[in-house]
């Protein structure tokens, strides 16, 4: 397999050497040159295997350089009972007939980016080992993202962690999460600003070529391939564990913020795995709710960015959303330039044609936006009914999910994390502390190992500059 930008520069990279980076040199996302499709047949087979033996099959459609034996140990070291809690990596609970919670976040952050993250560490320490090299990670996250990153790259050989967060705006279970890690190779900066304002300057420094060269900088964004391939996997474990037959349609629904998740349906999908409906649920911050309902594309500068009771959606700039506009308007790379290429700065707007909004159906999508006052609710609904408790960015997914459920298909909704990571909703929701799982009892009273900077792309670059 090959792949390619989605700005439409043809050149052709293999699946290690995008690996270790993040945007294509034009700027654009990697994609693959095609979607590999799955037969009614494979469907049959892959529905009897480990989630491990899963993923290897379809990892292996879209890595062709690195030796099969190697690519299935991989694998089988990622998803294991002891990392993940189960069997089945990501078990399916039925909330009722027809309805479905699809547990992703069951992983050693408590939330659905352990599933990609920790096959990523795996496969960034197997490949600079292979390459002899070593690689400096720069990031950013509104929470969830760097958590896991760090647990998935902590005390790895060859690589060191420079994670990007907003100051104060991650919940106090999360900054014990990252800032309480002691391990010499882990970097946590604390940017006084957004999400956005973190994400312009991992881009900024990518973007960069001459300090990301000599400075070996890499990524672990969702706009990584890998990360986003990974996460496909789950699309069909999840649809073997709803269905007994192959055929059957399944819709998800999936709590967005920077669309990598849900894209990972989009290339599901587009394999040909049966799924009727994708619907983006967003919270407030509904930019990628306005575009599928509307076809007008509004992001917001990072001023009107509004901080939420699900802050791990809080995004107004949603990185992977490219990749499906590239598929939407038939992989035309030039006009994809055109609209992207100046959305780095400032309001990047466009609008689709009416034939082209209409497209977005025939890919399957529809959206929905929640907010507070529903995420709270569906808190208490759902605990009332069924005695589960979900985090406030799964609620965000129920809430949405109720306009687009049809009886005869069933719809999974991804629960992205654990309640424990957003205590303080829960407890306004519901009165109560969340559970916590016994080995993180205390964490906010543990050490913290953090940095605080302003938002300025030359400052976290002499950071970087003097420690690696
Ligand atoms: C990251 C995250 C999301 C958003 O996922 P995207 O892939 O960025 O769309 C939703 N919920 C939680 C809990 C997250 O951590």
């Known amino acids: 397999m090959r792949y390619t930008s989605t700005r439409g520069d043809q050149t052709q990279r293999r699946f290690c050497e995008i690996l270790l980076e993040g945007l294509a040199p034009d700027g654009g996302l990697y994609l693959p040159v095609h979607y590999p499709q799955v037969d009614a047949a494979t469907l049959a087979r892959w529905r009897e295997l480990s989630y491990a033996d899963l993923a290897f099959e379809i990892l292996s459609l879209y890595i062709d350089d690195i030796p099969a034996e190697d690519l299935r140990a991989i694998v089988r070291r990622t998803y294991t009972v002891e990392v993940f809690g189960s069997e089945q990596i990501t078990p399916l609970t039925w909330l009722k007939p027809g309805l479905g919670l699809l547990g992703l976040s069951n992983g050693p952050t408590l939330a659905f980016k352990d599933m990609a993250m920790q096959l990523l560490g795996q496969l960034f320490e197997y490949e600079l080992a292979r390459r002899g090299q070593t690689l400096n990670i720069l990031g950013a996250t509104s929470g969830d993202t760097g958590s896991a990153a760090e ?36 970097h946590n900066i604390a940017i006084e600003g957004v999400f956005d304002d973190c994400q312009d300057i991992v881009k900024a420094v990518s973007n960069d070529l001459a300090f990301k060269q000599r400075y070996r900088i890499g990524t672990v964004n969702s706009i990584n391939w890998a990360r986003l391939l990974a996460q496909v996997v789950y699309y069909f ?114 609008v689709l044609s009416a034939a082209e909004h209409a497209r977005i159906a025939e890919f399957g999508f529809a959206s929905g936006a929640s907010n ?10 759902t605990h009332a009914a069924h005695g589960v408790v979900v985090d406030p960015h799964t609620a965000d997914g129920l809430a949405v999910a109720k306009a687009h459920t049809h009886a ?56 970087i500059a003097r420690l690696v």
Do not use: W
């Open 151 to 186: 647990y998935a790259m902590r005390g790895k050989q060859g690589v060191n962690v420079f994670m990007l967060s907003p100051h104060g705006r991650m919940s106090p279970f999360q900054q014990a999460q990252m800032f309480s890690l002691q391990d010499a190779n882990i």
């Open 372 to 381: 507070h006052a529903a995420r709270v609710a569906t808190i208490q609904a």
């Open 408 to 463: 005869a298909t069933p719809m999974l909704v991804l629960e992205t994390a654990l309640p424990a990571k957003f205590a303080a909703t829960i407890v306004e929701a519901l009165g109560q502390q969340p559970p916590r799982p016994a080995h993180l009892q205390g964490i906010e009273a543990l050490p913290k190992r953090v940095c605080v900077m302003r938002p300025d792309v030359a400052a976290v670059q002499d950071y």
């Open 237 to 350: 474990a999840g649809y073997f564990q709803a269905t007994s037959a192959n055929g059957q349609k399944v819709s998800f629904t999936v709590p967005s913020g920077n669309f990598g998740n849900v894209c990972a349906g989009h290339v599901a999908r587009m394999m040909g795995l049966p799924i009727a409906q994708l619907v983006v649920a967003t919270n407030e911050n509904d930019v990628l709710d306005e575009f599928f309902r509307t076809g007008v594309y509004r992001p917001r500068a990072s001023a009107q960015t509004h901080e939420t009771s699900s802050p791990s959606m809080d995004i107004s700039k949603a990185s992977n959303f490219e990749r499906f506009v590239f598929d939407l308007l038939g992989r035309d790379g030039q006009r994809v330039r055109a609209m992207f290429g100046a959305a780095l700065t400032e309001q990047g707007q466009f």
